[in-house]
């Protein structure tokens, strides 16, 4: 990991001026008062600082790294942060720079740990590892890692009294896949979103894609060089919404990565800003697969842009 690189901003587009919901209403599609029905036991607990939650969730007991700020307001916004494969809450925590972030800018931070699903899928040759389940099952309803998410949002309303209309998602690698799996399924929930090393695959599996761009930093360039991937199948793990409300995203890759190709993180930018996103993309010429420890704090810059009137 190498702390403070220099994010290259290649591309910021803003079509139909995609903003934040105003604080003192709830995003378009939750129930008054941004009160979700999804069925779960625990809590997140209500006084400041940093501990592990315990949500039961289906009928599985689940982990949640939390900080509350002490100097939040009193109704805070919320970022869900996702960790890669094999990580946990607490680690991704600190790898990405989340906590004084959260700490200046008084709002709640929340990162639950993934399980160990009994088999293997497009993103994982085989089971054995600890992943956010982003196929078969997409339906937030039943996918048992959507309705965790949904879960720590509505504990943090209940609890920390967070204000629904700011929820934001963030994610690193696998955490990156899936935050866009949360925001293209539940854009009712989430205000925007934040994907680090993820993207949107058109290839067989994650794996399938070798590309790396080294120095160069620029998407359009990309198709000419050599190793480029011309994957043409269904977009994995989601096809971007094209009705309804489409949360904005910041979009961040290192040109280098060697784990998940920046060939992914271009193909997501591009087909969200066609369907109508509001997208900025970073790319970091010549880095690798981690999470930079300033991207949390470039995240909520972007995500503090959208609340602007």
Known sequence: MRAGSTL???????????????????????????????????????????????????????????????????????????HGTNGNGEGIVDECGAAPVA??????????????????????????????ETAPDRD?????????????????????GVDPARVFVA????GAFFAYLVAATMPERVTAFAANAGGLARCATS??????????????????????CACNGPALPIEPPRAGRRPPAYIVHGTDDPTVSVQYSCALASELRAAGHEVELALRANEGHYC???????AWAFFAGLQQP
């Open 140 to 160: 937030p309803d039943h996918n048992p890692d959507l309705l965790l998410v949904r879960a720590v949002i509505a504990a943090a309303v209940r609890d920390l």
């Open 8 to 82: 290259l901003t290649l591309l910021i587009v803003a079509q139909g001026c995609v903003g934040a919901p105003s604080s003192n209403r709830a995003a378009p599609g939750m129930a008054p008062g941004g009160r979700d029905p999804t069925a779960f036991e625990g809590g997140l607990g209500g006084e400041a600082g940093r501990r592990v939650a315990r949500l039961t969730v289906a009928g599985v007991e689940r982990t949640v790294s939390v900080l509350v700020p002490r100097n939040r307001e009193a109704h805070p916004p919320l970022l869900v942060l996702l």
């Open 103 to 132: 700490e200046q800018h008084g709002f709640v931070l929340a990162a639950p740990d993934s399980r160990e699903p009994t088999t293997g899928d497009w993103d994982h040759a085989e089971a054995g590892e600890r992943y956010w």
């Open 171 to 174: 994610g690193h690698s696998n």
């Open 207 to 228: 794996q399938s894609c070798a590309f790396r761009a080294g120095a160069t930093a620029d998407c359009g360039r990309f198709a000419s060089m050599p190793g480029w």
């Open 292 to 298: 930079d420890r300033g991207f949390t704090a470039a």
